[in-house]
């Protein structure tokens, strides 16, 4: 993909890890668990963000007999990695674990999914960082499980699913984020839902098509709230990634939320500068998959719209594959900007990657 560009290595902001299925945690749960699971018949805790039998979930030439890719580091580096010149991949792993009501199993089967992250995937490939899943159900648990990994330099963010009980925002979050700043994680945003609410502010949808469309309007509720709420003025170093967001939605978006803030802002005094400041200083979104139209054009337009190059940051959103081939970048982007968005946007994006910005040129 970046054959003959003199550049680092490009940094892949999202790629997914597969977990084969709930036995691949059983030796990461204690006896008492590993007991619960047989007697309650638990069999599986299924994929939150996509269909995992839908025949474009992965590309076909991807799959293995079991009809799954991405079990493994070899296969993850083999089929997202090596063919894209990737130096440095972030894993955010989108098993269920959110689904669950009880918080006590919300957070065995979530610490259990981080040990598996590390003896399967950290511990066997040096190229590797990941997102601390954490267990939403319970703020202090997620907490404990942020503490529990953070000495952990190979952990860089902070992964929560973009739809969830309440608004991101809302103060009973605030010490996720307080411990995530402490530590030097990003907040990582993935698309995807615990279902606690309807995917629609309408209600509940028939189909997949309507949830997948609705994402879009869920990133732009959370980084209101987040915005308004002040979470970016009391939490003055954290970064927010916005992974398979979109972004063509992101200037019209500021601008309405700009008109609105300068009206009403004697509310919010804490939002103390316009809002599409604090999202060029603090915010980054995910490239692929890629929602502009296909003219090269276009895309550069919407890129002047936008006002900054540093926004974006490479992904590949392995093995969702959703791009023709290996052209997960734009060919139409000039060789700067792919230089700040495969390299020096992540390195912003993603302070705990310091070791990888000593040694960039």
Known sequence: MLAGMSLPLPIDCDVHPVLPGLPALMPYLDD??????????????????YPSNAPITTRADWKGADGRTATTPELLAAQGMDPFGTGTAILHCLYGVQLPFSEDM??????????????????RDPRLRASIVVPVQSVALAVAEIERLASDKRFVSVLL????????????????????????????IHAGSSYRNPPSPLGWT?????????????????????ICEGVFSKFSTLKVVLLESGFTWLPGYLWRLEKFWK??????????????????????????????????????RLMDHMKSDELLVFSTDYPHWQFDGQDALPTCFSPEL?????????LNAFPRLKELRESVP
């Open 32 to 49: 008492m668990w590993r007991e619960q699971v047989v007697r309650r018949g638990i069999d599986e805790l299924y994929s939150i963000s």
């Open 106 to 123: 919300g957070a065995v089967f979530t610490r259990a999914l981080n040990d598996w992250i590390v003896a399967e995937w950290l511990d």
């Open 161 to 188: 699913l973009v739809m969830g009980e309440i608004p991101l925002g809302r103060r009973q979050h605030w010490p996720i984020y307080e411990a995530a700043e402490r530590h030097g994680l990003s907040l990582a």
């Open 206 to 226: 028939s189909y997949y098509t309507e949830e997948y469309v609705n994402q879009a309007n869920a990133f732009q509720s959370q980084l209101t709230s987040l």
């Open 263 to 300: 009206g009403v802002r004697m509310e919010v005094p804490w939002v103390d500068r316009p809002p599409g400041e604090i999202v060029r200083d603090r915010v980054r979104l995910s490239l692929q998959p890629i929602d502009a139209p296909p003219d090269a054009d276009d895309m550069l």
């Open 338 to 346: 792919v230089r700040k968005i495969t390299v020096d946007n992540p």
